[in-house]
C-alpha cells in the first residue's frame, strides 16, 4: 500500500518582496538624507561639555571672515537686528541659536548678543560636543 503526501513543499524562493522592502528602504533613506541640516553653514564652533536640547526659532551664523547669517541669508551687521525681528515678530519666547566661528572675536559675539539683549531674545551658543 502506497502512502501519497497530502501537500508538497514548494521549494522555490521568491525575492519579489525582498525587492519591494529594499526600495521602500532606499527611497526612506534618500528623503531622510536630505531633511538633515539643510540650512547649515560649515563653520568650526568651540567644544564644551554642556549641551542644551532646547530648538531656536531661528540660527545666526558668524563665519570668519565676518560675514553674517540668518539661517543661510547673508546680511549686513547693520540690518542683522531688522532681519531677526521680521523673523521673530509675533513668537513667544523667542530664542535665536548663535553660531559663530571659534576663530571670530569675542566682540562680535558681543555685539550679537547685545542684539538678542535689547530686542529680549533668548541666546544659545551653538558648540561642539567634547
Known sequence: MAIKRGS????AFSAASMTDLMFLLLIFMLIATTLINPNALKLTLPKSANQLKEKPYTTVS???DLHYYVETEPVAFE?????????L???????VSLHAD?????????????????????????????
Open 8 to 11: 508538497k513543499i514548494d521549494k
Open 62 to 64: 558668524i563665519t570668519p
Open 79 to 87: 540690518n542683522l537686528e531688522s532681519a531677526l525681528q521680521a523673523k
Open 89 to 95: 515678530q509675533g513668537k513667544t519666547d523667542p530664542t
Open 102 to 130: 571659534q576663530s571670530v572675536p569675542v566682540g562680535e559675539v558681543v555685539k550679537v548678543m547685545n542684539i538678542a539683549k535689547d530686542n529680549k531674545y533668548k541666546l544659545i551658543l551653538a558648540t561642539n560636543p567634547k
